[in-house]
């Protein structure tokens, strides 16, 4: 089994900046990608940004030169550093990830729960 539980979210004024955490534990050979979704009330769940094991990353446009993700291999850790905050970052902002957990499996998905980000005007 693989856990993933995020952290980090919570409350900010526009403009403000906060930095997510996202930590992976359980029986995890090797972590491919990492990345940061959200889903906004009555919106589909969206890509915000990704990163693979090689550090090659992808940001949605609409939070390129806002939102830095980064990981730490070592650790199974990938973290997001929100910064210009806007009311529409408003969103539960989840941590997936495309792991191996032995030699012999294929890449699977696993999500973490979510962490509510509110950004007041």
């Known amino acids: 089994q693989v856990q993933v539980v995020e952290s980090g979210g919570g409350l900010v004024q526009a403009g403000g900046s906060l930095r997510l955490s996202c930590a992976a534990s359980g029986s995890i050979f090797s972590i491919n990608s990492m990345g940061w979704y959200r889903q906004a009330p009555g919106k589909q769940r969206e890509l915000v940004a990704s990163?693979?094991?090689?550090?090659?990353?992808n940001y949605a446009d609409s939070v390129e030169g806002r939102f830095t993700i980064s990981r730490d291999n070592a650790k199974n850790v990938v973290y997001l550093q929100m910064n210009s905050l806007k009311p529409e970052d408003t969103a539960v902002y989840y941590c997936?990830?495309?792991?191996?957990?032995?030699?012999?499996?294929?890449?699977?998905?696993?999500w973490g729960q979510g962490t509510q980000v509110t950004v007041s005007s």
């Open positions: 997936k990830l495309r792991a191996r957990t032995s030699s012999l499996a294929y890449d699977s998905s696993y």
């Open positions: 990163i693979t094991s090689d550090g090659s990353t």
